[in-house]
């Protein structure tokens, strides 16, 4: 029995390691971009990780899942990034993690991809599809996609912060993924 | 006597009125704790009436420049010194402390957007290194600003009441 486990999974692994890339978290970034009084902002995320399976002769058996650190966030002061894991915004506290989880990636032409997966922020889960482009560059792979939200569908900005006058709805997060 | 004419009082008073609201909000917004929409709020408008100050003043020197001021009123040469340093240094302030705070926001990567319509150019790319220094030199210039502006309306308040004469009506509109 302990044998069968063992063997199963090591077959989990290798089938995994067939198109498993690695990310290098210094060249990748995952950042949300938004309106503050029509004031644009580009918050980068500090700490994420993401793993993506993908192999360019197969690009529909692609798999990708990101997971961010909510309390991460960096708006360039210190006071903003106290502020946003508070309660009314992600709520770090009970919410740390917001992840994507991809359902179905397929090829839509050389270099592109659709992405569609399960978005989850602060404990709203919601299906969501976005393009995602994919290009070699000096024996990396570099993704990148935006992903169009809106932060209020996602309880981001609770009580007085739900004036869309003062921090725009549309939010999009984009991904630039860098891996091996 | 001679008045200024209306285009240069219509600029001192209305410089005057937003250089007051936005030294008193600049106060007002930094000692709001943590993040909330109100001070989000005033940040931008404090902004915008920067911006409005720094055209104002643009508009104001080149209308000083093509329109002679009235002759200065008789008095002790002291008092012509002390008024021309005065005007000197708030003419250099109108500039400086909205410029000033203009870099500071620049530096910090937050672009002004007047009145939520129009992004501003930016100088220069985002440095935070920049940030403490011209935040800590637009509060020093504002206060400068407070003390020379306090020196000039008490001058004219005491050639208006003490000395009665027409130092301050040369600045008003004739009623």
Do not use: C
């Given at each position: 029995m302990k044998k069968l486990v063992l063997v199963s999974l090591l077959g989990v692994t290798l089938a995994a390691s067939a198109a498993a890339l690695?990310?290098?978290?210094?060249?990748?970034?995952?950042?949300?971009?938004?309106?503050?009084?029509?004031?644009?902002?580009d918050a980068k995320f500090k700490k994420f990780t993401a793993n993506i399976d993908y192999d360019a002769a197969k690009p529909d058996t692609a798999k990708a899942t990101v997971e961010v650190d909510t309390a991460s966030l960096d708006l360039g002061e210190a006071d903003m990034n106290k502020e946003v894991a508070k309660k009314d915004w992600f709520n770090a506290a009970q919410f740390p993690k917001a992840t994507f989880v991809s359902s179905a990636i397929k090829s839509a032409g050389a270099g592109k991809l659709n992405v569609?997966?399960?978005?989850?922020?602060?404990?709203?889960?919601?299906?969501?599809?976005?393009?995602?482009?994919?290009?070699?560059?000096?024996?990396?792979?570099?993704?990148?996609?935006?992903?169009?939200?809106?932060?209020?569908?996602?309880?981001?900005?609770?009580?007085?912060?739900?004036?869309?006058?003062?921090?725009?709805?549309?939010?999009?997060?984009?991904?630039?993924?860098?891996?091996? | 006597m001679q008045r200024y004419t209306k285009p240069a009082m219509l600029l001192h008073w209305l410089m005057a009125i937003l250089i007051?609201?936005?030294?008193?909000?600049?106060?007002?917004?930094?000692?709001?704790?943590?993040?909330?929409?109100t001070k989000l709020k005033?940040?931008?408008?404090?902004?915008?009436?920067?911006?409005?100050?720094?055209?104002?003043?643009?508009?104001?020197?080149?209308?000083?420049?093509?329109?002679?001021?009235?002759?200065?009123?008789?008095?002790?040469?002291?008092?012509?010194?002390?008024?021309d340093a005065v005007h000197y240094l708030l003419y250099f302030l109108i500039f400086a402390v909205p410029v000033v705070g203009y870099l500071y926001t620049y530096a910090a990567g937050v672009p002004v957007v007047y009145l939520g319509l129009w992004q501003m150019p930016a100088p220069f790319d985002p440095n935070p290194d920049w940030k403490q220094p011209l935040s800590e030199l637009h509060e020093i210039l504002a206060w400068a600003m407070a003390v020379i502006v306090s020196?000039?309306?008490?001058?004219?308040?005491?050639?208006?009441?003490?000395?009665?004469?027409?130092v301050l009506k040369r600045m008003l509109p004739k009623f």
């Open positions: 690695k990310t290098d978290p210094a060249k990748s970034t995952v950042s949300a971009t938004f309106k503050q009084m029509n004031v644009p902002v569609t997966g399960k978005l989850t922020i602060k404990g709203k889960a919601t299906d969501v599809t976005f393009p995602l482009t994919v290009k070699a560059e000096g024996g990396h792979q570099v993704f990148d996609g935006a992903l169009p939200i809106k932060r209020l569908a996602y309880n981001i900005g609770e009580g007085e912060w739900k004036d869309t006058s003062m921090v725009a709805d549309e939010v999009t997060i984009k991904f630039h993924v860098v891996a091996q | 007051v609201a936005a030294f008193f909000l600049g106060l007002t917004m930094t000692a709001i704790h943590g993040i909330t929409p005033y940040y931008s408008w404090h902004k915008w009436m920067g911006v409005t100050v720094l055209l104002l003043a643009v508009i104001r020197v080149l209308w000083r420049k093509a329109n002679r001021p009235p002759p200065p009123v008789p008095g002790p040469a002291w008092q012509h010194k002390a008024a020196a000039h309306v008490l001058a004219a308040l005491k050639h208006h009441f003490i000395d009665r004469d027409d």
